[in-house]
């Protein structure tokens, strides 16, 4: 009979300490998923900025308080070229 009862109390802690865990990890989760909505709305606001920045509007903006004119035949170097490959 006392072996019994000490097996039931060892079973009880058991489940009290499997019911703790899934406390814990279930408050993990929820603390997880807030770091990721906070990421996520982080990550848009960059975008967000970001594509401010490329807006073509600010981009003129740019090119005329730098002074910058376009070019209007560009002579683009390519690495495909014979005379950068070694012989």
């Known amino acids: ?14 489940l009290v300490l499997l019911y703790n865990r899934l406390v ?6 929820v603390e997880a998923r807030e770091e990721l909505k906070a990421l996520e709305t982080g990550n848009a606001e ?5 594509f401010g920045m490329l807006n073509a509007a600010n ?3 740019f090119v005329r308080e730098r002074g910058l004119v376009q070019d209007k035949k560009p002579q683009y170097v390519s690495a ?3 005379w950068l490959a070694s012989q």
């Open 1 to 14: 009979m006392l072996l019994l009862i000490f097996a039931l109390v060892i079973e009880v802690g058991g």
């Open 80 to 82: 495909h070229q014979p």
């Open 59 to 61: 981009l003129e903006g």
């Open 46 to 50: 960059l975008k967000s900025t970001a």
């Open 24 to 29: 814990n990890t279930q408050h993990a989760v």
